[in-house]
């Protein structure tokens, strides 16, 4: 089975500054989909970025951009000039070739707080 | 457009109890899949339909099951509740199976089993 690692459990930063957030996977397929979800306290998951395993350039969204390192199995998220409303729980995600179906494999998140 | 919702956001239940689950996907969406979340497993997939039917299902006891109906609002049962199945559990929308597609997910259902 696919596994998604984040390395992080918590995170801070201040606010204006840069985060960057760590994911690792591993997978033997090739065409693949990875993605971070944003996840504030008591609220609902909500997506921030994705990112298809055939595209070389990363995507941005944006303050949000990513580093994808497919030959390393990494895929880590920047967030630029941070803002209080940037706090939450953070989760990468795997979902397999477009033939499996849509379960979605993440990680246990990494929690990034925001200082004021 | 509405988003994803699920009914009811909050249930109390006892062990040995049953309890049913509600999600309506966003309008178009054929896909929903369900996901367990909780601080010491994090999110764990349960099971996906698509067109009234289970393409995927996740490492969970029988206990566990859903359906999809034709409007493609789906449910999940979970039998003979036990502690550990308190959780949110979680329900996410997409356009179509077997393709690329952004879930969406809905707000949860928090469930407690006393």
């Known amino acids: 089975a696919q596994t998604v690692t984040q390395s992080q459990p918590e995170m801070s930063v201040q606010e204006a500054e840069t985060v960057t957030l760590s994911c690792t996977y591993d997978?033997?397929?090739?065409?693949?989909?990875l993605f971070w979800y944003k996840q504030p306290p008591s609220r609902q998951m909500i997506l921030v970025i994705r990112?298809?395993?055939?595209?070389?350039q990363n995507a941005t969204e944006n303050r949000f951009s990513v580093n994808f390192q497919k030959a390393a199995k990494s895929f880590s998220l920047k967030i630029s000039d941070s803002q209080l409303g940037d706090a939450a729980m953070y989760f990468c995600?795997?979902?397999?070739?477009?033939?499996?179906?849509?379960?979605?494999?993440f990680g246990t998140g990494t929690s990034l707080t925001v200082i004021p | 457009k509405a988003g994803v919702t699920q009914t009811p956001r909050y249930l109390i239940k006892t062990r040995g109890q049953q309890v049913t689950l509600s999600c309506s996907p966003i309008?178009?969406?054929?896909?929903v899949s369900w996901y367990q979340q909780t601080p010491g497993q994090g999110l764990q997939f349960l099971f996906e339909?698509?067109?009234?039917?289970?393409?995927n299902k996740g490492n969970f006891p029988g206990r566990f099951s859903g359906r999809q109906f034709s409007n493609s609002r789906s449910e999940m049962n979970v039998s003979t509740l036990e502690l550990g199945d308190s959780a949110l559990y979680l329900c996410?929308?997409?356009?179509?199976?077997?393709?690329?597609?952004?879930?969406?997910f809905g707000p949860g259902t928090r469930l407690l089993v006393l």
């Open positions: 997978t033997s397929e090739s065409d693949y989909y």
């Open positions: 990112q298809e395993a055939y595209k070389q």
């Open positions: 995600a795997y979902l397999g070739p477009p033939n499996t179906g849509n379960q979605f494999y």
């Open positions: 339909y698509f067109s009234e039917t289970q393409r």
């Open positions: 996410a929308s997409s356009l179509a199976a077997g393709g690329p597609e952004t879930q969406y």
């Open positions: 309008s178009g969406h054929r896909s």
